[in-house]
């Protein structure tokens, strides 16, 4: 841990010393656009302000690009992996999701372990590019902090029976005993084990065998709203543009959650209760109507409704 901290703190100052050299090299280059007679006319051209535009203006639309529905494109280059889908390691959903988008980010985030992914991607087309090499050191450090492999990260099994023993009683103080008082013990449950169960299901941590996970997530949200719901705005949105600041569209996971920032540290433990309430607003209204039923996309990333059983949920 301490390694990848050094490694981080080691890109951090890159990171600032490339900063500051771009503002130097702005500086100059605006000194010398003022000094020239076609300044207005070179700051326009120029490759910076042309990069900047095309960022303002990618940020601006974020209509997902058309793509066939039935490929999946990694790299620039699109595949068709149906062959491979229930071959797939990982379970037929995790690699469906990235059908009819493109799923570079999840290619590469997914697969820490080795690099067998990109051996088997140049069977079905073009050979994907080198890894880049800070993320290797980053994967590196993932595989010496659980040398077990992929099987030591899931979830133990005291931890699931905890859970599920949790989840009944949130199931029978919301549905059975259905008080004020019991309604808001079962959404700061909803917020604790609720969330917990669709987050590991939905990351496919819960068990080996995909229908446990994906009962898991299911069952997780059962009293908020669709659980796919859920899976496009935190799997596909969340792990894809992770915090990107200015750029909440694209990012659009725990959309509201700033609301409860806003407030005081002593109040936020009391707010608990009134997350589980923007959840239900969020995930079983916003999300499900307007952004998969009306839009088709979440966060610009384009909905399948073959996948996960979403019609049916």
Not at 13 to 22: C, E, G, N, T, W
Not at 65 to 74: G, R, T
Request: glycine residues 8%.
């Amino acid at each position: 841990f301490r390694s990848l901290q050094a490694q981080f703190s080691q890109s951090s100052r890159a990171l600032h010393l490339s900063a500051m050299v771009r503002k130097i090299v702005d500086r100059g280059e605006s000194d010398d656009r003022d000094s020239s007679p076609d300044s207005t006319r070179a700051s326009e051209s120029s490759p910076l302000s042309r990069v900047d535009s095309a960022e303002t203006l990618a940020q601006a639309n974020v209509k997902p690009k058309e793509y066939d529905p039935n490929l999946w494109y990694i790299h620039g280059n699109s595949y068709d992996l149906h062959e491979f889908v229930d071959k797939h390691p990982g379970g037929r959903m995790a690699l469906l999701t990235g059908r009819g988008r493109d799923c570079t980010a999840l290619f590469e985030s997914y697969h820490p372990w080795n690099d067998k992914h990109r051996k088997i991607l140049r069977a079905y087309g073009a050979a994907p590019p080198p890894p880049d090499p800070f993320y290797e050191e980053l994967k590196a450090g993932v595989r010496a902090a659980f040398p077990g492999g992929c099987g030591s990260t899931k979830m133990r099994a005291l931890t699931f029976l905890g859970l599920s023993a949790a989840w009944a009683i949130m199931m029978y103080l919301f549905f059975v005993v259905a008080t004020p008082i019991s309604c808001l013990l079962a959404g700061c449950m909803v917020a604790t084990i609720g969330t917990r169960m669709s987050h590991e299901g939905g990351h496919w941590q819960m068990s080996k065998y995909e229908l446990v996970n994906r009962v898991g997530m299911f069952l997780g949200f059962l009293i908020v709203g669709p659980s796919m719901c859920w899976y496009y705005q935190h799997v596909v949105s969340h792990h894809v543009d992770t915090n990107q600041d200015g750029d909440a569209e694209r990012d659009v996971d725990v959309e509201y959650i700033w609301l409860a920032d806003k407030l005081p540290a002593w109040i936020k433990v009391l707010s608990l209760p009134g997350i589980f309430v923007g959840v239900v607003i969020e995930i079983g209204i916003k999300r499900l109507i307007v952004d998969i039923l009306m839009r088709g996309h979440v966060g610009g990333h384009k909905v399948d409704y073959r996948l996960g059983g979403l019609i049916v949920e």
